[in-house]
Nanobody, 124 residues
Framework: VQLQASGGGLVQAGGSLRLSCVASGRTFMTYAMGWFRQAPGKEREFVSAISRNGGNIHYSDSMKGRFTISRDNAKNTVTTYLQMSSLKPEDTAVYYC????????????????WGQGTQVTVSS
């Protein structure tokens, strides 16, 4: 079971980044996927979640309209994307992908599987 996140980096305020998370090792196409983030000195917070068929999507209020989650279900791997636009310095954090059989578990912050993080730094 592996969730591999990538795509982080340094970007100026107002810029965009797209994060990717490749899930492999299980039938993740039957799992909901999501993203969290943790800024220095702060608790990990929910960013977004997407159901297994993409029909049910949730965002944290502070990211609505700026972030877009999507997924690509392939036979053996699932890739989940987080398109981030109009980035702000307060979006600086380590971003983690996550998976669970139930979308609600991700929204509640208790997914079964966690990936490693990818650093996003937004300069002012």
């Amino acid at each position: 079971v592996q969730l591999q996140a990538s795509g982080g980096g340094l970007v100026q305020a107002g810029g965009s980044l797209r994060l990717s998370c490749v899930a492999s090792g299980r039938t993740f196409m039957t799992y909901a996927m999501g993203w969290f983030r943790q800024a220095p000195g702060k608790e990990r917070e929910f960013v977004s979640a997407i159901s297994r068929n993409g029909g049910n999507i949730h965002y944290s209020d502070s990211m609505k309209g700026r972030f877009t989650i999507s997924r690509d279900n392939a036979k053996n791997t699932v890739t989940t994307y987080l398109q981030m636009s109009s980035l702000k310095p307060e979006d600086t954090a380590v971003y983690y992908c996550a998976a669970d059989a139930w979308t609600g578990a991700i929204v509640r912050g208790t997914p079964e599987y966690w990936g490693q993080g990818t650093q996003v730094t937004v300069s002012s």
